[in-house]
Structures are given as C-alpha cells and as structure tokens.
C-alpha cells in the first residue's frame, strides 16, 4: 500500500515507513556553505508525508537550510552494523506555519519523557528549540 512519498510496497519503503512510526531519533543531514555535510540527531513527528523538527533557534543547521534545502534524514543500524539502513534523500524549509512544541500534542506524546529526561520542562524546551522545520521525502534508498 502506497503511504504518502514513500512506496511502501517496496521492502525497504515498507521498513523506512515503519521506522519513521516508531522510532524518537533520525540523523538530520544539511550542508554547510562549504559544502561539508552537517549531521545531527534530532527529534521528529512522522504525518504519513513528511518529517516535522524542531530546531534548536541557534543552530547552525537553520543557515545551513537557509543556503541549501538538500538534507538527508537516515536512523542509526540496530545493530550497529550495516544492516537496516535506510536513507531519506528530502528537502527541507521553514515551517513557521507549525505549533510550537508546547501547542503540539502528538509531539509532546511522544517526547515529553525525553525532554524532562534531559532536565527540561515544556516551556524551556520550547524557548530553545522554537523553529519548526518541515522535511519532504522525496527518495528512499536502504539495505
């Protein structure tokens, strides 16, 4: 069954979909003016189409977007190998338009631990990291 951007009548489009369900963190990659790759691992909320951030309002990932919408979202290997790879290549942009993280239900549903886990509350959390970004699959590669 076809879900959004991604065929989930593929193999790894079916696993890729699966992990953007249930898992808390993904490797957010975006390209510094230099051209050098800029991963980090952040937190998301897959819609069924595209991938919502929150991003620290200091980042250098928001010039990085700024100068450059390519970015690339993959999960670590459960094993720590190289299987279950799944990579996202997407592009990405500001979402003004999003909640804040305190507006957003499914959000904190699925963070609210990890964030009271890292010694914030809701409000703090939410005056850090202030910038939603919305990210649009557009390929799907894994093994």
Known sequence: MEKGPIDTTTPVGKRTVERLETEIGIWLTTVAPDGTPQPNPV??????????IYSHHKAAR???LRGNPRVALNFDSPDGGDSD??????????APEEPSPDQNQAYLAKYAEAIRR?????ESFTQLYSVPLRVTPEKVRGF
């Open 118 to 122: 890292i010694g914030m509350n809701t």
């Open 85 to 94: 790879v799944n990579i996202i290549t997407a592009s990405a942009r500001l």
């Open 62 to 64: 928001l010039r990085n």
């Open 43 to 52: 937190w998301f909320l897959w819609d069924g189409a595209t991938v919502l």
